[in-house]
């Protein structure tokens, strides 16, 4: 069974820019979690979905932060514009219907200059 | 807020020693899990307890959590180089998102 799948693996942008990331959550799993993890700290939950729709986005900087799920499979993370405090590794996460059991990706390391 | 604080932050021991690590909050959890998490890669997890006083074991890892479901330990015994990496845990109570803590960096010198 293939795991989540995240691209790019790295990214390096200069402060103020654009960036985006992608992730494919495992075949069949309807929820799908974006994870920031600053280095030295655990992860911090930025946005949950339950198939196409919004769960829980209580920790994302809406002014600059922005997901989506459209068909309800694959996501896309972007910041736009991104700030230094932004560099950190960004996971994707997913789970099947009802369970605390979650899958991650390898994750996107994001370094902001 | 619930709040997970692991200790040590670091900890650095030869191969074949016994370890323990902690984690501990003042909230009340229904379940906690533990996570290992290697450089470049994603947490992948370990083991989910759901019952106050709960063991686990894992080939030479056991998990425990609390009684009053509050903190939880993972004891590894004869550390090898492949245990080696950040040890996360993680609590989960009702439909709240799931709180990590800032997890223990272990290394396994051989």
């Known amino acids: 069974e293939a795991g989540v799948a995240q691209s790019p693996r790295y990214k390096i942008i200069e402060k103020r820019q654009s960036v985006a990331f992608w992730c494919n959550p495992i075949s069949g799993h309807a929820t799908l979690y974006w994870y920031q993890q600053i280095l030295g ?14 769960v829980d986005d209580s ?55 | 807020t619930q709040l997970l604080e692991q200790s040590p932050q670091f900890l650095s021991i030869q191969e074949g020693e016994n370890l323990t690590v902690y984690c501990n909050s003042s909230s009340v959890f229904s379940s906690l899990q533990w996570y290992r998490q290697e450089p470049g890669e994603g947490p992948v997890l370990l083991v989910t307890v759901v019952t106050g006083g709960e063991v686990k074991k894992l080939k030479r890892l056991t998990f425990q959590f609390g009684d009053a479901r509050k903190d939880s330990s993972l004891h590894i015994t004869a550390a090898q180089p492949g245990d080696t990496g950040l040890y996360l845990c993680a609590g989960a109570e009702g439909n709240t998102p799931l709180v990590f803590g800032k997890g223990t960096r272990l290394s396994v010198i051989a």
Do not use: H, M
């Open chain 1, 41 to 54: 700290q655990g992860p911090k939950l930025l946005i949950q979905f339950q198939n196409n729709g919004v």
């Open chain 1, 59 to 113: 920790q994302l900087p809406k002014d600059r932060f922005s997901a989506e799920r459209l068909k309800g499979v694959d996501s896309t993370l972007k910041i736009q514009p991104a700030k230094l405090e932004d560099s950190a590794v960004y996971l994707c996460a997913s789970s099947p219907w009802n369970t605390d059991t979650q899958y991650f990706g390898p994750g996107t390391r994001l370094t902001v200059l």
